[in-house]
């Protein structure tokens, strides 16, 4: 349950009631504030199966005004609870709650920006990883998973194609590309001044790649945007442990250092079916759970961007499982 804040001129009051009433929200209520001038704020208290369904009626109906701002607020609780909060609230232990479009766009965009913070990430979580996987050190490889920052400019490239939002789109392509670039050309530098055998277990792993690659790659990448759409985000930490982008990448640089070139093909393979996996179940995820553009015209749009999006990581992959299996002839 949320509280969804509307800022908007007194003449349009009366269609957000409207709106509300249609909809059957929990409570909506007035405040008064003479320091918005001609605006008042209308809130409404709603439930999570009807919130989606009003933030579209009321960008329909408002959202070509430059006067009007719709804000979400969270709600932890609220008393007294109603019967009809009670049977909601039994409702919604047979039917999985979730974000809405717009909750969804604001979370995962900002894990796809390219900014200072993001780079220090990379380069720190790409030293802790070089170092956890030479000295074989399974928990400091696992630390360098949760804090490398690599898996959110691809989930957000699958929401940009579910969308059709190409900026998003651009955007997460130039953070991915970046972040990794940056992580394989460190660790690259660290594979030609660092010396190392070849008896880490954790690096090795790391050459290797076959089916159950694959697999472990779709299941952890569905995981992930379904712990996104259900508000369950804290599950992406495991995710993040259970297909990470930065070990792969990091092996792929370390062993290119130091000439190992055979397995740095193998890690680079890991790498990509990781990464193909990932956007695959990503796209797939969000259009199971019915995520898509408000509009008509964004709809059209999103439907050339998703049938490309789809075969371009299904032929991907298919190439990928052709390669797998030559790879393990040889």
């Given amino acids: 349950m949320k509280i969804i804040e509307v800022i908007t001129h007194r003449d349009h009051i ?13 409570d909506q209520w007035h ?3 003479p320091e918005i001038e001609d605006r008042q704020i209308m809130r409404l208290l ?3 199966s009807h919130r989606q369904d009003i933030l579209d009626s009321l960008q329909n109906q408002l959202g070509r005004y430059e006067t009007t701002r719709i804000v979400i607020i969270p709600v932890e ?13 039994e ?14 766009y604001h979370g995962i965009s900002k894990n796809a920006e390219l900014n200072s913070n993001y780079l220090l990430l990379v380069l720190l979580s ?24 690599l898996l959110g400019p691809n989930i957000a490239l699958a929401l940009a194609a579910t969308l059709g939002d190409t900026q998003l789109m651009w955007t997460s392509l130039k953070t991915n590309l970046a972040g990794m670039g940056l992580a394989l050309i460190l660790s690259i530098i660290i594979g030609l001044i660092l010396p190392f055998n070849l008896n880490s277990e954790e690096l090795i792993s790391r050459t290797y790649v076959g089916l159950d690659s694959v697999v472990l790659a779709l299941a952890s990448g569905a995981a992930a945007v379904l712990s996104l759409t259900t508000g369950l985000s804290s599950v992406l ?11 792969p990448t990091a092996t792929m640089g370390l062993m290119l250092g130091s000439g190992e070139i055979n397995l740095a093909l193998g890690a680079a393979l890991l ?49 990928l499982l052709i390669a797998i299996y030559l790879r393990g002839r040889v």
């Fill in 271 to 319: 790498l990509a079916v990781n990464i193909v996996c990932v956007n695959l179940a990503a796209k797939t995820v969000f259009l199971v759970r019915g995520v898509k553009p408000r509009t008509w015209l964004e709809k059209r749009k999103a439907k050339y961007s998703v049938i490309l999006y789809m075969m371009f990581w299904s032929i991907s992959l298919l190439v």
């Fill in 77 to 89: 609780a609220t008393l007294p609870q109603t019967e009809a909060e009670a049977v909601d609230k």
């Fill in 91 to 104: 409702k919604e232990k047979t039917r999985a709650s979730g974000a809405t479009r717009e909750e969804l």
């Fill in 126 to 149: 790409t030293i802790v990883a070089a170092i956890g996987l030479i000295e074989n050190n399974v928990a400091v490889v696992v630390g360098a998973m949760v804090i490398a920052p």
């Fill in 31 to 33: 405040i008064d504030s």
């Fill in 237 to 247: 930490v495991g995710v993040m442990v259970a297909v990470a982008l930065l070990p």
């Fill in 14 to 26: 009366n269609t957000v009631e409207n709106i509300g009433d249609e909809h059957g929200v929990v």
């Fill in 46 to 48: 709603v439930d999570d």
